[in-house]
């Protein structure tokens, strides 16, 4: 049975039964627990949700967008398919707009059409976020060659977190830095999500940055190792509790589905080459059961 499945679900358990109700920019309150962290062994599990469908191309295409295309142009997701980042898109103006809570002259938050200009040079990407900041500081190239002749290196991090460039970022980096080392051949992760939508985001989060770390350790011809994770501010939104429930209801009457394997085309030594085009045809999954979609609103 499926890992993954049995701790993600504790962890929605534990926010429904112990969590505390909170306003946000959204407008749509959360239920949160402060804190919480996970610790995968990919070198016995693939950890991929099966009590609810997970789209492994989308959620790899991301990954590549982000750390391979090293992009922030929403249009190379939207030419395959991929659609999750629409919300945060700035228009072909330089303008993004969203509804926020926002505190007004008193301190108290109200709902607020907020408008940013970017610049037209900016439109149709997320500004200075995630690829953007992959690709200025080269993170997956300098961690990559480290990896290879620096295995011992305990410096091994990429941060996409950077003070200079968060005001002109549509959305500041959620999984904002990962820590890597070389222990016994094999690779070994640890990242830190400071905000962690837990219905919509960390299903999507933990798939991709496994998907990574096997893809790295094969191009660098170590094997996976361990997959840790920490988050801060675990939430779920008040409009997503009820799909929750029954995802919940689905684990307590059947539990969950055996894991499915990963496969990486293995004539890939370069993670430049592993294709990236709308069929994703270097990653696939070895038998992936599920028991099929539930649908979660998203807030921006």
């Known amino acids: 049975m499926s890992k993954w499945d049995e701790d993600y679900l504790e962890l929605c358990d534990k926010i429904l039964t112990d969590g505390v109700r909170v306003r946000n920019r959204t407008g749509i309150d959360t239920v949160k627990v402060p804190a919480w962290s996970f610790s995968f062994d990919l070198s016995k599990e693939y950890p991929i949700l099966t009590t609810k469908q997970l789209f492994i191309r989308q959620a790899v295409l991301e990954m590549l967008w982000i750390y391979q295309v090293q992009s922030n ?3 190379w997701l939207k030419e395959r398919g991929v659609n999750i980042w629409n919300e945060w898109e700035i228009d072909e103006n330089g303008f993004w707009t969203a509804e926020q809570m926002l505190p007004d002259e008193n301190g108290n938050l109200k709902k607020t ?4 200009e970017f610049g037209r040079e900016w439109a149709h990407t997320i500004g200075t976020a995630y690829g953007w900041i992959v690709k200025k500081f080269s993170l997956t190239q300098n961690l990559i060659d480290t990896i290879k002749h620096n295995p011992e290196d305990r410096r091994m991090l990429m941060s996409l977190w ?6 002109t970022a549509v959305l500041p980096s959620c999984v904002w830095s990962s820590e890597w080392d070389v222990t ?7 990242v830190h999500q400071r905000s962690c939508d837990v219905p919509l985001g960390l299903p999507f989060n933990v798939t991709q940055y496994a998907t990574l770390l096997c893809m ?12 840790n994770w920490s ?14 429930k029954e995802q919940l209801e689905r684990y307590n009457k059947n539990g969950s589905l055996p894991a499915p ?7 890939i030594d370069d993670f430049f080459k592993f294709d990236n085009s709308k069929d994703l045809l270097d990653v696939k999954l070895i038998g992936y059961e599920h028991m099929g979609k539930i649908s979660f609103p998203i807030a921006t």
Do not use: F
Request: aromatic share 8%; glycine share 6%; charged share 25%.
């Open 73 to 75: 142009d929403v249009r």
């Open 184 to 190: 016994d051949g094999k690779l070994n992760a640890w």
């Open 216 to 227: 790295l350790a094969q191009v660098c011809g170590l094997t996976p190792g361990t997959l």
């Open 261 to 267: 394997k990963l496969w990486l085309n293995p004539e």
């Open 113 to 116: 059409t907020v408008t940013r």
């Open 231 to 244: 988050i801060k501010d675990a939430h779920i939104y008040v409009n997503q509790i009820e799909p929750i």
């Open 162 to 167: 950077q003070n200079d460039y968060l005001k």
